[in-house]
């Protein structure tokens, strides 16, 4: 049978049973999932899964498919045909760093870093933010397109830092590779 | 993503807690310099340390930045004189530590250790002219440190060698009066020393070590003082056991950053990644000290009971983090005590909670001995030489290394301050204790320890 991948996003109130509905769907309707990414967040439930499904599906069917395979669990799926070219490739070499902000939360202050990140090239593969007591504390995995992008990253944000009143730290990747992880250095890392 | 706690304690370390590879030193085979032609001998130093040393800096600033980590120092470590400068006198020996210390000059490092001998088991003739040539070899430059090893546990205590280095000693603080007798604080005389320590001034390159190498000291007391507040602030009752697992854990860390940036200098400058040394080094800096640890787990003033137990405790666990953090670790690795680099500790002394006779006791169970420790500038280079030799005992008796950085201040006695200045810091000149110089005057060698029998 020919097949050909998509990518569904889930979102719904958290309970057991999601992924359960969500695979069994993708099962019955001829599929196979092949990556599959999740997270609860404040009682919410999101999911992000590639799957092979036979050729010529419509993603609308699909979505229905889905949602409509447990009614009672409420789920908002959104279906796209998976295309494999990346519309970001970093240089060779582009290393991963953290991007650590630390400081008052306010409006805004999201968009403001994430703009500057954008402005700089450089891509935001994972996120991670935390607001307690007024303080916020937002930790980005960066992906800099290239050495050029970086300096620039890390020329910005002194005045980045002073504008939002915030501190923001940049780390190598693999110096929390090295410090969080017990294999040898020489395995984890490339120096 | 990892763990955000994970990242959020990396972060601290750097960011609030002095976390940083306070050494990087490259080692430094220099024994096809030998040359009966002292200009000869000298050029040949001058280029092969050039060479070898000439990109040192310039690829540690490459490595730092790309990690974001601080290297403090750079240094170089070489072959001990003594072995290779055979042959040369007085002034010769001079003329080489003269070269010595332009050659790091032009490689951008602030100190050049190797100006050394070993003589546990007996001296040449090249070694008595070195430990004579102490005094105005690091006197009179500003780069070059020395050692001499006069101990070892399988030879024994050589009591000859450590009456010549005490008068050498006490010649190179007179040499160095205006400064307090800084000069010393370039001289280390160790037992058992180690062949690939990285931290100065007793840094040597050893024998067995491969012709050029890269060894890297890391330190962060902050960092581990810092894990044991947040250890007592947020557990309730946290006992030693619990103390002491926090501390191996904070060493790995430290540990891990150390290989990571040792393993990467290396490679840019093509030559073998040697040992981590994980010892704890203090600086003057409030929030660097190892005293501040043992004060943030209950010791109030170092010196008091209980001190040599809680830096036993210490101790231990830096090191079984780091031997799980790196197959490499070596050098002294441990805790320093050196007292006027250590503000809490020079406090201790000045106030009298911390004698030199309690220091000896935490000696015996950290990585050194008697560091940084001012003494008064009249002390008889026989009593000099007790104090070294109690300390050897320690080391040969132990299997240990340890080691004294003494300094007889000129013209400064009991309670007076000895300032030295930036990472050297200051400390009161502490009392000694004499009446032993009948035992040393016997000389000769106090022989190896039975356990020295292993074969």
Redesign the interface.
Known sequence: MKTEAFVLAVTARDRPGIIAAITEAVFALGGNVTELSQTVMGGYFTLILRADLPAGLDPARIKQAVEQARPELGLAVHVRRYRPEPLFQPAEGAQVHFLTVQGPDRPGLIAAVTRFLAGHDVNIEDLYTRSEAGNITMIFQVHPRNAAALEGLRTGLPALAERLGVDLHLLHRDILRTTSEVGAIRRLVQP | ????E??????R???DENCDVRTVTLGVNLMDCADPDLAACCGKVRDKIHRLAGRLVTEGRAVSD????PIVNYRIAVTPVAWWAAGHDHDGLVRIARTLDQAAADSGVDFIGGFSALVEKGETEADRRLIAALPEALGDTLRVCGSVNVASSRAGINMDAILAVSRSLLELARRTAEADGFGCAKLVVFANVPDDNPFMAGSLHGAGEPECVINVGVSGPGVVKRAVERLRAHTAHPDLGEIAEEIKHTA??VT??G??IG??LA?RLGVPFGIVDLSLAPTPKIGDSVGEILQAMGIENIGAAGSTAALALLTDAVKKGGA?A??SVGGLSGAFIPVSEDTVLAQAAAAGHLAIEKLEAMTAICSVGLDMVCIPGDTAAETLAGIIADECAIGVMNHKTTACRLIPVPGKGPGEVAVFGGLFGEAPVMPVRAGGEGFIRLGGRIPAPIHALRN
Not at chain 2, 6 to 11: G, N, R, V
Not at chain 2, 66 to 69: A, F, V
């Open positions: 993503m990892m763990r955000i994970d990242i959020l304690m990396t972060l370390m750097f960011q790309r990690y974001g980590i790995f860390r891990r950053i290989e990571l393993t990467a490679q799980f790196s197959s």
